[in-house]
Each structure stands twice: as C-alpha cells, then as structure tokens.
C-alpha cells in the first residue's frame, strides 16, 4: 500500500489562495490532483510524473501550479485567484506502477485514468480535502 495523506484546504473568498499538500509513502510513477463539486463527475486539475513533466488542466491553468517535493515525497497544489466555480472536494490519487507513457488526466465513466487507451486507472487516492470559494 501506498497510503496518500493530504492537508490544506479550506474556506476562502473569491480571488484568495490555498495551498494543498499530499504526502506518499512509498514508490509513485506518476501523482495528481482531481476534484469533484457535487453532482459533478471527478475531474482532473493537475498532474506531475517522475521525470518532473506537468500537466495541468486548462481551467485552471494560470492560477494552479503542481509541483512536487522529491525528498519528502510529498505533492503540493498552490491554487491562485480563486473562484466559486473551483469549489469541490479535492483528491490526491497516484498510479503505483506505469509504462513506458506519459500519465494523462483524463476521468470518466466514474474512474479516473492515467492512461485511458491501456486502461490504467489511478490506484491510490487519499481521502479528500473540501476547497469551498465564496463570491
């Protein structure tokens, strides 16, 4: 097991920041973050993979930046200028195990892929953190 560990989030208006950080224990290929408001199936925000290459989603590109801390092997979310429409559960996930590809983000059907043509979910989650951003 790869238990994932995540802290931050909270409550904020409109314009604030919030820092997210997840914490693993063990071997990942590849980690991300994924929120979800409610009555709205999980999405991808942001993702980073062992050689340090990022992808972040496009509506949120500008204002969230990953990035990831190899020493402590911890994942951090620093979340800028804050909307409403970014208020959702938040969710660190990693993939423990991988190929010779490049994680994507790509979530649907209920699950939430690191590579969607292989069928390769992402297998370790934490346990969500609540982003809420008043207007």
């Known amino acids: 097991e790869v238990p994932l560990v995540e802290s931050g989030g909270g409550s904020v208006q409109a314009g604030g920041s919030l820092r997210l950080s997840c914490r693993a224990t063990?071997?990942?290929?590849?980690m991300g973050w994924f929120r979800q408001a409610p009555g709205k199936e999980r999405e991808g925000v942001a993702l980073v993979d062992n050689d340090g290459r990022t992808n972040t989603s496009t509506s949120v590109k500008g204002r969230f930046t990953i990035s990831k801390d190899n020493a402590k092997n911890t994942l951090y979310l620093q979340m800028n200028n804050l909307k409403p429409e970014d208020t959702g559960m938040y969710y660190c996930?990693?993939?423990?195990?991988?190929?010779?590809?490049?994680?994507?983000?790509?979530?649907?059907?209920?699950?939430?892929?690191?590579?969607?043509?292989?069928?390769?979910?992402?297998?370790?989650w934490g346990q969500g953190t609540q982003v809420t951003v008043s207007s």
């Open positions: 063990g071997y990942t290929f590849c």
């Open positions: 996930a990693a993939l423990v195990g991988g190929g010779n590809w490049v994680c994507e983000l790509y979530c649907g059907g209920g699950d939430c892929y690191a590579n969607f043509p292989l069928g390769v979910r992402y297998n370790r």
